[in-house]
């Protein structure tokens, strides 16, 4: 059984636009999606799933030919949702959100420890 592991308000303002995202251009919030990024950390691509996950083979393929990815799974919404990435910068992550971080984001919210953006990072809501 999957359980939550949000900590972070930073990880609650990423999830908050994947949900926008996905509603936005599918109609749907609980359609899944990775966001690809170029070298530069400018989106590449966006590619939508038929439902609430990619399929494994497909999620590897765009994976592993991204320079960086976004990808966001509301598997067994609207219970669990995941969100992740890799290889993205903060400056690259506040571009796609259009939202800056404030540093408070980056604070613990049940241990108080502060941390840097993580450029790799994923969580369960």
């Known amino acids: 059984m999957p359980h939550a592991t949000n900590d972070f308000p930073f990880e609650g303002r990423v999830f908050g ?10 109609g749907n919030p ?3 999606f990775l966001v690809a ?3 530069r950390g400018d989106v590449a691509q ?3 799933a038929e439902g609430k996950s990619l399929q494994p083979e497909r ?8 320079n960086g990815w976004l990808i966001w ?3 067994d919404a609207p219970e669990y949702y995941s969100v992740g990435w890799r290889n993205v910068s903060r400056e690259a ?5 259009a939202e800056r971080f404030p540093e408070e984001d980056f604070v613990s919210e049940r ?3 502060k941390i840097d953006f993580p450029e790799e990072w994923s969580v369960v809501f």
Do not use: N, Y
């Open 73 to 75: 799974q509301p598997f």
């Open 17 to 26: 636009w994947c949900e926008k995202f996905s509603k936005t251009m599918t």
């Open 46 to 48: 966006a590619v939508f």
């Open 59 to 66: 999620e590897e393929f765009l994976c592993s030919h991204s």
């Open 37 to 39: 990024f170029d070298g």
């Open 111 to 113: 241990t108080g420890e």
């Open 93 to 97: 992550m506040e571009r796609l959100i």
């Open 30 to 32: 609980h359609r899944a």
